[in-house]
């Protein structure tokens, strides 16, 4: 806790003393028919203090009323794409036009149902500039209707090579953080160094691989990038408040279901080194059948075995991700059984 304070009150000195960071932040949103929700977003952008910044927006064929919403945006650089491009080419699209700015240091990845705390920005970028090998940093994500509420710290890989969301629901516990290394970060509300995003391995399909459309693209990044040895930071006073699950609930109760099932053995695949995959196996047999009587005993026979079908279809896409894995696993400088404890520390690396 002493540390906690420590830090708080060191940033907070900082910054009413005038000092800004070096390195221009580059926000990235990705909006679908978003505009009940964007003013909220795209306000807490305009308030970061600390940092110079610029907004890169991509609207995924909105037909709501996105267009006159903007409008009243004029310095939010926005791109109208004619198409639905999802998540993860999205964010690419808004990536790629951001480091055309050689200024830019930072890209910070914020949904449309995020907002942020003024500081947020500015104590994330501080942190990166003192510490060295930094590729990504997350601060403290609480539920946006009850910030009392945790949404998360960070995300990892567990020992059944599922992803999970650290803290989701849990009782927020103020003054109780301090930063800590884990395994990696929530893309609702995220920084990504300039350094790492040029040097991660495989990007033949992107930063964020665009064959995951949406969901798991963070997570593979994170794995990508802790593999080859890039730090990633839970940096708790970066304060950021999320809805959850805005757009995809637009879609139905089931779509992000699909998408998870769909993008979860790819993900395993993609990144897992062979030794630990083996000696995985069991864990991972173990937690899908666990998770097939949740979810019958939740949705009835017919919600498992939709989740069976989504996943075999997942199983069935792997030989398309042979390619990258050789190339991730190519740039492997951690050790499987490093790997492996951190799966079982809830991807916590300090």
């Not at 939010?76 to 050689?102: E, H, Q, Y």
């Not at 970028?125 to 509420?149: C, I, K, M, R, W």
């Not at 989740?307 to 792997?318: I, N, S």
């Amino acid at each position: 806790m002493g540390r906690h304070n420590w830090y708080s009150s060191h940033v907070d000195s900082n910054r009413e003393g005038g000092w800004q960071m070096s390195g221009k932040v580059a926000f990235c949103v990705v909006a679908w028919n978003n505009a009940g929700i964007l003013p909220t977003c795209l306000d807490s952008l305009l308030a970061q203090t600390g940092v110079t910044f610029d907004i890169y927006m991509i609207d995924n064929a909105s037909t709501d009323g996105t267009r006159t919403v903007m409008a009243g945006y004029p310095t939010v650089k926005t791109t109208w794409s004619p198409v639905n491009t999802g998540f993860a080419m999205g964010n690419n699209i808004a990536i790629r036009k951001a480091l055309k700015d050689p200024d830019v240091g930072y890209v910070a990845l914020v949904n449309t149902d995020v907002e942020l705390d003024p500081a947020w920005a500015a104590n994330l970028v501080q942190f990166a500039e003192s510490h060295p090998n930094v590729g990504s940093l997350q601060g403290l994500t609480l539920d946006y209707f009850n910030h009392d509420v945790v949404d998360s710290t960070h995300i990892f890989v567990n020992p059944n090579l599922h992803a999970q969301q650290y803290g989701y629901g849990e009782a927020a516990q103020p003054g109780g953080y301090y930063p800590r290394k884990v395994f990696g970060v929530n893309a609702a509300a995220c920084m990504y160094t300039r350094a790492m995003i040029e040097a991660l391995p495989d990007q033949r399909h992107g930063f964020f691989d665009q064959r995951f459309f949406m969901y798991y693209e963070d997570i593979d990044v994170s794995y990508r990038a802790l593999l080859s040895g890039w730090d990633a930071w839970f940096v708790p006073d970066a304060v950021a408040y999320h809805m959850g699950s805005f757009s995809t609930k637009k879609r139905g109760s089931t779509y992000s279901l699909k998408m998870i099932a769909r993008n979860t053995p790819v993900m395993a695949f993609k990144n897992t080194p062979t030794p630990v995959l083996w000696r995985s196996l069991p864990r991972i047999a173990y937690g899908f059948v666990k998770l097939l009587r949740v979810l019958a005993g939740r949705d009835g026979p017919l919600g498992a075995v939709k989740y069976a079908t989504w996943y075999v279809q997942g199983l069935l896409r792997l030989p398309q991700f042979a390619a990258s894995r050789r190339q991730i696993l190519a740039a492997q400088v951690i050790e499987d059984d490093y790997l492996m404890r951190i799966f079982r520390q809830n991807g916590i690396l300090g």
